[in-house]
């Protein structure tokens, strides 16, 4: 199921849900779909930030929105696919798949001091 269906049928809903409430809604609704926190946080940032999609924001309290979703353009669908099985969890490591063994290793340590390093420095060690 894609995130254009999940729109679908937040739309047909109708309701004003906040973060908590779709998570559990949508589980509960679709439970072999993997509904996680994280790909709910990130349809109600494409809710929110989408030229594609018209929401009605209230806010609860002060950093906490419910959502209601009133449209959604089809085209929206064509940046809505579903993750193929076996995807690369993080694609913007998808390069170290064609390198030898110790060239990842170096670069997964220089990201990891770049990690540490970055809170105090604010920049690349490189």
Same mark, same amino acid.
């Given at each position: 199921?894609?995130?254009? *269906?999940?729109?679908?049928?937040? @739309?047909?809903? %109708? %309701? +004003?849900?906040?973060? *908590?409430?779709?998570?559990?809604?949508?589980?509960? #609704?679709?439970? *072999?779909?993997? @509904?996680?926190?994280?790909?709910?946080?990130?349809?109600? +940032?494409?809710?929110?930030?989408?030229?594609?999609?018209?929401?009605?924001?209230?806010?609860? #309290?002060?950093?906490?929105?419910?959502? #209601?979703?009133?449209?959604?353009?089809?085209?929206? =669908?064509?940046?809505?696919?579903?993750?193929?099985? %076996?995807?690369?969890? #993080?694609?913007?490591?998808?390069?170290?798949?064609?390198?030898?063994?110790?060239?990842?290793?170096?670069? =997964?340590?220089? =990201?990891?001091?770049?990690?540490?390093?970055?809170?105090?420095?604010? =920049?690349?060690?490189?």
């Amino acid at each position: 199921m894609t995130n254009y *269906d999940l729109i679908q049928f937040l @739309i047909a809903d %109708g %309701g +004003f849900y906040i973060r *908590d409430e779709h998570i559990s809604m949508l589980q509960e #609704k679709f439970p *072999d779909e993997g @509904i996680t926190p994280e790909r709910i946080s990130n349809l109600r +940032f494409s809710l929110t930030s989408s030229p594609y999609v018209q929401c009605e924001i209230t806010y609860v #309290k002060a950093n906490i929105r419910a959502l #209601k979703v009133l449209s959604v353009d089809p085209l929206y =669908q064509r940046y809505a696919r579903k993750k193929p099985r %076996g995807a690369i969890a #993080k694609l913007t490591d998808s390069y170290l798949l064609s390198e030898p063994p110790e060239v990842v290793r170096r670069i =997964q340590l220089m =990201q990891l001091f770049n990690q540490l390093l970055a809170p105090v420095t604010h =920049q690349r060690a490189y």
